[in-house]
Every structure is written in structure tokens, then in C-alpha cells.
């Protein structure tokens, strides 16, 4: 059922971002929120994912379930940002598609698309590079981290192919 409402959920983002021949604009606190907010359930994902790869003391392993509850305070003080700039990045102009595809809903789409795009790279080798990052991140504030996410984002957005575009740019 989890994964029918995913599949509906990410067609009508799909029909949502076609539509728009401009990514939508967000502020910088707009896209930081939206990372806040999916960063402890991608942190959890992440770890749950390479745990049989890496060592029980590794940085990840070791120090990454603390990370994510610190994470957590910032995704619970950004939600409602990041929820209202969802909404109006896919905001399709269809009441019904738009009323079905909540904020909240976003947030999991987004979630479930970034750990989807990280899935295939978690091999040994991808957790090494996970462990090898997360090492030299983790000391960082949650608002650093997300600003710093924000930064590669938009750097990445600005070579982007059409088709391979974020679904916002940040204005």
C-alpha cells in the first residue's frame, strides 16, 4: 500500500515539474528547511543501509544515531517552512492533485527520492565514501550542514541537462 501511495505520489510530481517550465524559486531558509527535514530520516537510512559493511566503531555507526536526533530538532523547527515551500514547488494548479499531494506528503516523496537515488551507491565502496564524509561532516551544526546541502544543490542545478534539474532553484 506504502509503495502504490509512493508511485501515485511521484507521478503526479513528475506531472507537476513538467508542467513548470521554470523551476519554482525558493529562498535559501526555504531549501535549508526542506534538508532539515529530511536529513535525520536520510541519516537513518543511510546507516541502517551500510551497517553490514562498516565496522560497529566506525564514525557512522558509532556517532551517526546521535547525529540524526540532533538533526531532528532542526527538521521539527523547519517543518512548517518546509511544508509551505513543497506546496509551492509542486503546486500543479489541479485542486484535487494538489489538495492529495500535502507538504507532509512532499517531504516523504522527497525523502524516499533522495534515499532511492543514494540506494544503488551503497556498496562497500559507497559506504566507505558515506563513513569517510559523514567523519569530516558530523561536527556540524544541523543549520551548517543543511546550508552547506543547499550550496552543493545549487551548484549542481546550475550544469544541470533539463531533465535532470532539481524541482526548485534557489532564488
Not at 526542506?34 to 559493511?53: H, K, Q, S, V, Y
Not at 516523504?108 to 537515488?117: N, Y
Amino acid at each position: 500500500m506504502k509503495g502504490r501511495a509512493i508511485g501515485a505520489g511521484l507521478a503526479a510530481l513528475s506531472m507537476a515539474s513538467q508542467a513548470a517550465a521554470q523551476p519554482v524559486c525558493v529562498t535559501a531558509a526555504e531549501s535549508d528547511a526542506i534538508f532539515a527535514t529530511t536529513l535525520p530520516g536520510i541519516m537513518d537510512n543511510l546507516r541502517e543501509r551500510c551497517a553490514p559493511r562498516l565496522p560497529a566503531d566506525s564514525v557512522l555507526m558509532a556517532r551517526g544515531g546521535a547525529a540524526a536526533e540532533r538533526y531532528r530538532a532542526a527538521a521539527d523547527a523547519g517543518r512548517a517552512l518546509a511544508i509551505a515551500a513543497l506546496e509551492r514547488v509542486f503546486a500543479t494548479g489541479e485542486p484535487a492533485v494538489d489538495d492529495a499531494l500535502s507538504g507532509e506528503a512532499m517531504l516523504a516523496l522527497f525523502e524516499a527520492g533522495f534515499e532511492a537515488e543514494m540506494a544503488p551507491n551503497l556498496d562497500a565502496r559507497g559506504c566507505a565514501r558515506a563513513e569517510a564524509i559523514f567523519g569530516a561532516i558530523e561536527p556540524l551544526p544541523a543549520a551548517n550542514l543543511t546550508r552547506l546541502i543547499s550550496v552543493f544543490m545549487a551548484i549542481g542545478a546550475e550544469d544541470a541537462d533539463p531533465g535532470e534539474a532539481p524541482p526548485f532553484r534557489i532564488c
